[in-house]
């Protein structure tokens, strides 16, 4: 049961990915076309990213009292009709909103299902399956410059957008069909309703907690950097490397595929494996790979060289890759049973609102008017912040989970100091 549940919900959110980064892995023919500037371009990926992390917090709190699964399918289909549809758009608002649309689609999706996942699996297992299910992220991610590479040179941008929502809408059906936890007599149950009268009482509740705090933030800078790198990658290997659409693609596709690949695979084992010996285990994983990788991202960056920065990109994207399934274990972990949902729609929230919201308009006001060099370099300081954020969790984790265990279960946060509600 539990293979089944993590084949059918990474799959999707690898078509989640898919969706995505279409619209970077295709950008420079979707500018030309519409005679887009820089900073609209990049408004492309902040309003799809304004509107998934302020939905996010509806279905967090929906999915907390009423369940999950039929709200990830209605998700999943709203999101793949949208992206369809943009093969239709014949203007800039339109496509602005069929972008919406797929982030109203993913937020449902992106904030229950890590949620649901852990109502299945017991603590220690976490981090490896959660690793599992944020493989979508390389591979929806390099599949979207493979894509768009292909269909883009050689049919144009409107039909890669037209092939790619059309999975989702036969995905969706078995997301439907997934087992109730409730139901189950082999995994746990639904989480008990929680005290909260609102999502604003939860999310104060939840920012108390000192650990999930700093792993919220440096979530943040790190989507900054990443979010910000995806999004402007193709087109800077384009002009500051001088590679064609295409070659960018690919090689953004391989390295993706094969480094990011296997980054989430060894930081969710390894995240798994060290729990044994320590809590701050999954930290320790993700912290540390961002400081052997900055110095790497550096070299992709500021390097003419390919004979350097080729293989210092595969070496950081390996190393950036270490941390979904890590971190997102630590957030449902510390938040509690009752609360995983909501915990998981609050750090899409912080995380895109000081991440790649942001960071992808910065990246394009920046290159409009200083070089586009100048703005992907931005994403330097953000890898900064992110590793001194998660490190500085370390000494919190085991006490935030101390509070919200129970043999055999995690309870909801404040259950050894009183209620918290607002």
Known sequence: METRILLILTSLNLLDYLDRYLVAALGSLIKAEMELSGKAFGFLNTAFLLVYFLTSPVFGYLGDRYGRRLLMAGGAVLWSLATSLTFWVASYPALLLTRGLVGVGEASFGTLAPAYLADVLPLPRRSRSLGFLYLAIPLGAALAYLVGGFIGKHFGWRPAFLLAGIPGLLLANALRHLPSPSGDPDIAPEPPPQPYRSPLAAARALWRIPTLRLVTLGYGMLTFALGGLAFWMPQYLEKAKGLSLAQANYLLFSAIALAGTLGTLAGGILGSRLHR?????????????????????????????PAVYLPALVAAIFLLFLHPGVLTAVIVSVAGAGLRAQAVALNIIIIHLVGDAPSTFLIGWTADHFGLTRGVALTLVALALAAALILGAIPHLRRDLERVQAP???????????????
């Open 277 to 305: 010996l320590t809590p701050s285990a999954p930290l320790w994983v993700s912290g540390l790979g961002l400081i052997l990788a900055w110095p790497l991202a550096a070299l992709v960056i500021l390097s003419p060289r």
């Open 408 to 422: 055999g279960q995690l309870q909801r946060p404040g259950a050894l100091r009183g209620p918290l509600s607002g």
